[in-house]
């Protein structure tokens, strides 16, 4: 069933820390690490005892991380797919604004920032620094991403704190090819809001 015999004696700890009391905040904070540790590695029986042991599936760690950005990130589907069924949010932002979606955008996992995309979460959320998911998507040349950003609605004229769009994003990166498709996104949104 378990892995290993850490798992197994991590579990078993799980299972009775309801009824500990803490006297030191290090033992919490270990389990703390094994906890992002799981979410990290795509250990589902790990996350599985930590949440019925009654772990928050959004805690956050530090820098504001929760167990659904750190899975994005790492590329585990099948761990953000069972968080999303228990309740993690896929809006949380961590201390820099950023979100489970960018996340996922920032490492190519398409896969994932296509699940993402199907929760209720902004498509124009905008980080501490301004920045969208779509600009993500143009900064890091993540073209396999951008029409979904498009169909659920991410407004290609939104400006970041330095000033920069999407399009401008894709041209500092030489992706002129990318910055044609944006710039005509753009112009077609600009004909759908003249025409209403």
């Given at each position: 069933m378990f892995k290993s015999s850490h798992n197994l004696m991590l579990a078993v700890y799980l299972c009775f820390m309801?009824?500990?009391v803490l006297a030191e905040p290090e033992p919490k904070d270990q389990l703390n690490d094994y906890y992002f540790a799981a979410?990290?590695?795509g250990d589902m029986e790990l996350m599985q005892a930590f949440l019925e042991a009654g772990f928050s599936a959004n805690?956050?760690?530090?820098k504001g991380y929760t167990p659904i950005m750190i899975a994005a990130y790492q590329g585990q589907e099948n761990m953000v797919n069972y968080l999303l069924?228990?309740?993690a949010d896929p809006c949380a932002e961590d201390k820099r604004g950023n979100?489970?979606?960018?996340?996922a955008i920032f490492r190519a996992e398409v896969f994932i920032a296509k699940t993402l995309l199907t929760q209720d979460c902004s498509p124009n959320h905008q980080n501490k620094a301004g920045q969208t998911p779509l600009m993500y998507a143009a900064l890091f040349d993540r073209q396999s991403v951008i029409d979904y950003l498009r169909d659920k609605g991410a407004n290609v004229k939104l400006q970041d704190n330095s000033g920069n769009d999407a399009m401008s994003l894709a041209i500092s990166q030489g992706n002129q090819r990318l910055a044609s498709r944006l710039q005509a996104a753009q112009a077609s949104s600009v004909e759908a809001s003249s025409t209403q």
């Open positions: 309801p009824n500990m979410a990290r590695m805690l956050a760690n530090d069924e228990q309740g979100t489970a979606l960018m996340a």
